[in-house]
């Protein structure tokens, strides 16, 4: 059973750096046949897919146009995690974060619990 | 303000059917058979309950189905059952690397 877990602080201040990290068990992240995203749900924004990275040889990242300029997704092989970097942050970034596995035109099928995330000073 | 149109509520009584549309364009639901529903409980997860437009994944009731027309994607929830009380969402795929949401439907079973 595959299962992700996120973790990371719970605030961050404006202008500063959100970092995450999505734990995997029961999965590799550097499978050749999934994908791994990050999605965030907020109440002005609804939920958004943010970004992935995924391994076919060599590793690759997309990133959604809204957030293209100041994000970072990579994987931490070592670890069998990967990671959220969202910089230049403001309050619009409050949200409850996710990771997932999947794909844009699949579906995702597996989600970690979702971790909150507040930007305030 | 999201990309799909969804009701933000809906309702029925149980046993009763309901439907939960999502409204899109040509670039999005009208373009690509990726349309995805998910299932949100308070407090936890969405979960994947149709892919691809009509597929359920192992495990998912076949009291729910999915469906497409034009630019429109529905969800129908057969046999309701007070379980069912959630939030659902769609998504649809929109080409290069891009997925679209809903913004949401608040089931409640009366």
Not at chain 1, 15 to 24: E, G
Not at chain 1, 46 to 70: F, H, I, P
Not at chain 2, 89 to 98: K, L, P
Request: hydrophobic share 30%.
């Amino acid at each position: 059973q595959v299962q992700l877990q996120e973790s990371g602080p719970g605030q961050v201040k404006p202008s500063q750096t959100l970092s995450l990290t999505c734990a995997i068990s029961g999965d590799s992240v550097s499978t050749e046949t999934v994908a791994w995203n990050w999605i965030r749900l907020s109440p002005s924004r609804g939920l958004e897919w943010l970004g992935r990275t995924y391994y076919r040889s060599k590793w690759t990242s997309d990133y959604a146009l809204s957030v293209s300029s100041r994000i970072t997704i990579k994987p931490e092989t070592s670890k069998n995690q990967f990671s959220l970097h969202l910089n230049s942050v403001t309050p619009e970034d409050t949200a409850v974060y996710y990771c997932t596995r999947g794909f844009l035109q699949y579906g995702m099928d597996v989600w970690g619990q979702g971790t909150a995330v507040t930007v305030s000073s | 303000q999201s990309a799909l149109t969804q009701a933000p509520s809906a309702s029925g009584s149980p046993g009763q059917s309901v439907a939960i549309s999502c409204s899109g364009t040509s670039s999005d639901v009208g373009g690509y058979d990726s349309v995805s529903w998910y299932q949100q409980h308070p407090g936890k997860a969405p979960k994947l309950i149709i892919y691809e437009v009509t597929k359920r994944p192992s495990g998912v009731p076949d009291r729910f189905s999915g469906s497409k027309s034009g630019n429109t994607a529905s969800l129908t929830v057969s046999g309701l059952q007070a379980e069912d009380e959630a939030d659902y969402y769609c998504s649809s795929y929109a080409g290069n690397t891009n997925l679209v949401f809903g913004g949401g439907t608040k089931l409640t079973v009366l």
